[in-house]
């Protein structure tokens, strides 16, 4: 049924944790993403990764991966949890140590509070011959935020995501916070997840970008994401190479779902295709209802 059986202790195994990079306008968001999906190349894979999907996944040296959403800035994240979508696990969140903490800085801070989920802050931009960290971490240990450095709990790392200084420490940072949270998922059942963004692609048909939060998807399953299905007929990672299953924690392209769900959508399988379309079916004819009645008043 639609309803998920909660897990018993004994199925969940760890999963990588889920993060996504928040922040004020041009503190360096973007280039963060940028530095992260280009060094970290998984071992073994030639080239990086190539396309934009949404989310990638990486790898570090010690083997330890790390699911990013590729969606700075706080629409994304706000658009999910607006649609009940708790996807986020953890935030980075940008400052430029050139700058000071503006108003999206706080904005970001509020989004991380309120979602629950831990912060670590990258000071960014320190190559520059202006920057100032300790002004930084001073505007922060004002607002009772306190970094490891000023005797505080939340961790903090200067960066520049411009030469790479500082970017593998703060993965490490991240890692270790992720470690107390103990983050983890059953592989073994029907997936389930959350649509991280979709498209209509003209060879490829309707491309989904999900990210796999439970069980493990498959090609050949049947699925439902918002008022869509389909059987998935292909699924390619990140760097456009087709992949047969895909587990907790990893975010991964979909082909063959007749339309395209929106960001923050849940998916889920079904054992038959019949099941799924019919959810589907009642989901728009519900949603035209309301449109209609909405139009009547
Ligand atoms: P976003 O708006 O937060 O995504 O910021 P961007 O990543 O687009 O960066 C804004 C500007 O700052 C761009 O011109 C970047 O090249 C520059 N920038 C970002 N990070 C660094 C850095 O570490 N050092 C320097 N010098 N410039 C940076």
Redesign the pocket.
Known sequence: SFERVADTEEELTPRAPIIT?M????????????YIRKENVIAGESGGITQHIGAYGVKLDNGQKIAFLDT??HEAFTAMRARGAQVTDLAII?V?A?DAIMPQTKEAISHAQAAGIPIVFAI?????PT?NPEKIKEGLAQMNLLVEDWGGKIQSQD?????G?GVKELLEKVLLEAELLELKANPNRMANGTVVEAFLDKGRGYVSTVLVQGGTLRVGDYVLAGKHSGKVRAMQDERGKNIKEAGPSTPVSVLGLDGAPQAGDKFNVFLDEREAKTIATKRTQLQREQSVRTQRH
Do not use: E, R
């Open positions: 990079v922040g004020h306008v041009d503190h360096g968001k973007t280039s963060l993403l940028d700075p800035g940008v430029a050139d960014n931009k320190i190559d520059k920057a960066i520049s995501a411009k030469t200084t």
